[in-house]
C-alpha cells in the first residue's frame, strides 16, 4: 500500500488525479479532487473538477492536448458543484457535460449534456458507474448530506474514484480526528452514515450494505481515489471491504430500528442476513 498527495498524480496507466486545496469553515483543509480517465480512444473522461492552480492547469493542458482530448466531463456527486464553470470556460467546446440532477439544477452558467444517470454505461466496460443503493443521490436533504456520490470504475487502471461515500485518512490533523475519527490509511464511511446519508425507509440499510459488497464482487479494483484527500495505491478493495466490516453493526442496528424489529425471536431471524453464512441474497 502507497499513500501519496502529490498534486497531479498517475494513480495507475491511463488513471490521473489532482487534489487541491478546499478549507471548510476556513479552518480545515478537507481538500477536494477530480481524475482523468484514458479510454481507448487515446480520450479522457474527466470526473469532477477543482479550482486549478496555474502548474495544475498547466498539467491539465498537456494532458489533454489544451482540453482536446477531453470526451466527456462528469459531475459525480450533488454538492461538489463549485468548479465546473470555470473549467467548461477554460476548455470551451471540449467534450459533453454530464452532472446529478442537482448538478443540472444548481450550476448557473454550465452547459449541461444531461442527467449522468441516464449515461452510466455509455462507456462501458472500460469505464463503469453506479448509484449508491439506499442513499438519496438525486435530492439529498439537508444539505449536509453530503453521502451518496457516484462509484466509478476505471478497469483498464484497476482504479475507483469516489466523492464522500468513501473516506480515506490521509496525515488528517487534530479536528479531523476528533471530530471525525479519521486514521491515516484507513478508508471509512462519510459521518453522515449514521445521520441522513442511509434513507429512513425499511431496507434502506440492507440495500447499502449489498451495493458495497456488489462493488466489491463485481469490480477488481485495487486503487482508490477519494475525495477529499489522498490517493491509495494498491490494496482498496479490502479496505473497503474492512469499512464495512466496521460498519455492519451500524448497519444492522439501523435496519432493525427502521423495519420495527425490537427483540425475540424475530430480532435473531434478522441478524442471520448480517453474519457470514447468513442470507446475503440482494435482489
Known sequence: MELTTDPLVEVAPGFYTIKTAFHVFNLINVGTQMSFLRLSTGKFLVVDTVDLTPEAAASVDKLTNNGDLIEAVIGSHPYHTMFFRAF??????????????????????????????????????????????????????????????????????????????????????????????SKHGEVAFHPTLTGPGIRNEPGAPEQFRCFIEAVCDDWGFENLAAAHKGVLKGGAKQKVREALERALPTLQKMGANRAGIKAGEELEEYKKMWVPGGNHECG
Do not use: I
Request: charged share 25%.
Open 88 to 181: 467548461q470556460e477554460r476548455y470551451k467546446g471540449k467534450g459533453e457535460y454530464w452532472g446529478t440532477k442537482r448538478h443540472l439544477r444548481v450550476c448557473q452558467g454550465v452547459e449541461w449534456t444531461g442527467d449522468v444517470t441516464t449515461v452510466l454505461k455509455k462507456w462501458a466496460p472500460e469505464v463503469q458507474m453506479r448509484v449508491p443503493a439506499g442513499a438519496d443521490f438525486d435530492d439529498p436533504k439537508p444539505d449536509y448530506n453530503h453521502f451518496a456520490g457516484l462509484f466509478v470504475f476505471h478497469a483498464p487502471s484497476k482504479t475507483l474514484h469516489v466523492d464522500d461515500t468513501l473516506a480515506l485518512g490521509d496525515n488528517p490533523g487534530f479536528l479531523q480526528r476528533a471530530l471525525l475519527g
